[in-house]
T-cell receptor, first 114, second 115 residues
Framework: AQSVTQLGSHVSVSEGALVLLRCNYSSSVPPYLFWYVQYPNQGLQLLLKYTTGATLVKGINGFEAEFKKSETSFHLTKPSAHMSDAAEYFCAVSDRGSARQLTFGSGTQLTVLP | GAGVSQSPSNKVTEKGKDVELRCDPISGHTALYWYRQSLGQGLEFLIYFQGNSAPDKSGLPSDRFSAERTGGSVSTLTIQRTQQEDSAVYLC?????????????FGPGTRLTVT
């Protein structure tokens, strides 16, 4: 079975600082990888995904993530945090192939300090 | 275009009552998913539909939970004889399905409180 580990349930950064949210997966075959963001009392919004091809993927709101097979990681970064980035972030994986369920990490709450 | 919609947005029910949660997927999306988000368990997969069929019901926590989808569109998640541990946010998502793309688009959720 797949599993996803997000290191750090809470991360605080100063406005303008680098954001780094960590995600590692456990799967015998590299899965599809996703990052979602959830604002209070809202559903999940897709930030970016990796399925195939270039391992550095860019998403919305200036976020990007790099798939590293050797490290089984898919860490999310943003060069400069903005107050509006404060939210909960979820890493998720799904099996390759046709539409499949997502397996989520436990989430990381990002706080941006002024 | 319109996103995934869910109703009601909030539901408070007494223990032992049945509840129905509704999901309207994005038009043209053939795959539909239900997830549950709770403080103790995080985000859990419940069930997946491709068209009106549910090839994967593995996440349903008990036989009190059931779901159906009609016309390849609207889906209803039913919880019978609700228990306090059923309190959670129930999220619905849809995707194009098949092999074209794998993004799941989520609705705002239904917050269920069992008293």
């Amino acid at each position: 079975a797949q599993s996803v580990t997000q290191l750090g349930s809470h991360v605080s950064v100063s406005e303008g600082a680098l954001v780094l949210l960590r995600c590692n997966y456990s799967s015998s075959v590299p899965p599809y990888l996703f990052w979602y963001v959830q604002y209070p009392n809202q559903g999940l919004q897709l930030l970016l995904k990796y399925t195939t091809g270039a391992t550095l993927v860019k998403g919305i709101n200036g976020f990007e993530a790099e798939f590293k097979k050797s490290e089984t990681s898919f860490h999310l970064t943003k060069p400069s945090a903005h107050m509006s980035d404060a939210a909960e972030y979820f890493c998720a994986v799904s099996d390759r192939g046709s539409a499949r369920q997502l397996t989520f990490g436990s989430g990381t709450q990002l706080t941006v300090l002024p | 275009g319109a996103g995934v919609s869910q109703s009601p947005s909030n539901k408070v029910t007494e223990k032992g009552k049945d509840v129905e949660l509704r999901c309207d997927p994005i038009s043209g999306h053939t795959a539909l998913y239900w997830y549950r988000q709770s403080l103790g368990q995080g985000l859990e997969f419940l069930i997946y539909f491709q068209g009106n069929s549910a090839p994967d019901k593995s996440g349903l926590p008990s036989d009190r939970f059931s779901a159906e989808r009609t016309g390849g569109s609207v889906s209803t998640l039913t919880i019978q004889r609700t228990q306090q541990e059923d309190s959670a946010v129930y999220l619905c998502a849809s995707s194009r399905g098949g092999t074209a793309t794998y993004e799941q688009y989520f609705g705002p959720g239904t917050r269920l409180t069992v008293t």
